[in-house]
């Protein structure tokens, strides 16, 4: 059992950088791979990033690629999203879910997720 928690949200402007969080509490962190979602008001809830428990492999949705990191700190029991050059299209609400080691990316059973943290990007 795993409880998460989304921090560093806020409110930035286009071209800015934001770095938010997701700290695990009550389980084994290592033991599961990670990934952010992001949703916006009346939208489906977007895979954006998943990285897997060793942080050794990542996968990006296109949108996000090449401007978005993901990172784990498993001493820590954080997993990170770097953001950078960020869009007026970023502004959603970003959660963090945990999900089984074997699987990496969309479409894996997310059993944990987070309340989620507020990005804004004022264009």
């Known amino acids: 059992q795993v409880q998460l928690a989304e921090s560093g949200g806020g409110l930035v402007q286009e071209g800015d950088s934001l770095r938010v969080s997701c700290s695990a509490t009550?389980?084994?962190?290592?033991?599961?791979?990670m990934a952010w979602f992001r949703q916006r008001p009346g939208q489906e809830r977007e895979f954006v990033a998943a990285i897997g428990r060793n942080g050794g492999s990542a996968k990006y949705a296109d949108s996000v690629l090449g401007r978005f990191t993901i990172s784990r700190d498993n001493a820590k029991k954080t997993m990170y999203l770097q953001m950078n050059r960020l869009k007026g299209a970023d502004t959603a609400v970003y959660f963090c879910?945990?999900?089984?080691?074997?699987?990496?990316?969309?479409?894996?059973?997310?059993?944990?997720w987070g309340q989620g943290t507020q990005v804004t990007v004022s264009s």
């Open positions: 009550g389980g084994s962190f290592p033991s599961h791979m």
């Open positions: 879910a945990a999900g089984p080691p074997a699987c990496l990316g969309f479409g894996c059973p997310y059993e944990f």
